[in-house]
Nanobody, 123 residues
Framework: QIHLVESGGGSVQAGGSLSLSCEAT????????MAWFRQAPGKERERVAT????????TYAESVKSRFTISRNNIGNRVYLQMNSLSPEDTAMYHC????????????????WGQGTQVTVSS
């Protein structure tokens, strides 16, 4: 079973950047679709970005396109989310998630989640 631990969250002013990292243990992530989700209080969970097992395909929510970049290091068993031009609307708990490969990474459900890392953006 895959176990995910996120890090890199924090507080930043609007316009700033943060880089999130997700370390996977228990399984080799080369066999998994990986994704980042976020959830803010009182808002629905949002799928922020997904990346295919080999890293050759990524998708993004409209709200983060051109500002966020998802990437992965299969040798290091890590997934990353680079977030630029942050705004207060990006404030949320960010979760790394995994789904077994062999499916459409953009549309599949992600049953395995980390506990999350908080991102807070002040105006």
């Amino acid at each position: 079973q895959i176990h995910l631990v996120e890090s890199g969250g924090g507080s930043v002013q609007a316009g700033g950047s943060l880089s999130l990292s997700c370390e996977a243990t228990g399984s080799i992530i080369a066999y998994w679709c990986m994704a980042w989700f976020r959830q803010a209080p009182g808002k629905e969970r949002e799928r922020v970005a997904t990346i295919s097992p080999r890293g050759d395909s990524a998708t993004y929510a409209e709200s983060v396109k051109s500002r966020f970049t998802i990437s992965r290091n299969n040798i290091g068993n890590r997934v990353y989310l680079q977030m630029n031009s942050l705004s207060p609307e990006d404030t949320a708990m960010y979760h790394c998630a995994a789904a077994r490969a062999g499916v459409d990474c953009q549309s599949t459900s992600y049953p395995d989640w980390g506990q999350g890392t908080q991102v807070t953006v002040s105006s």
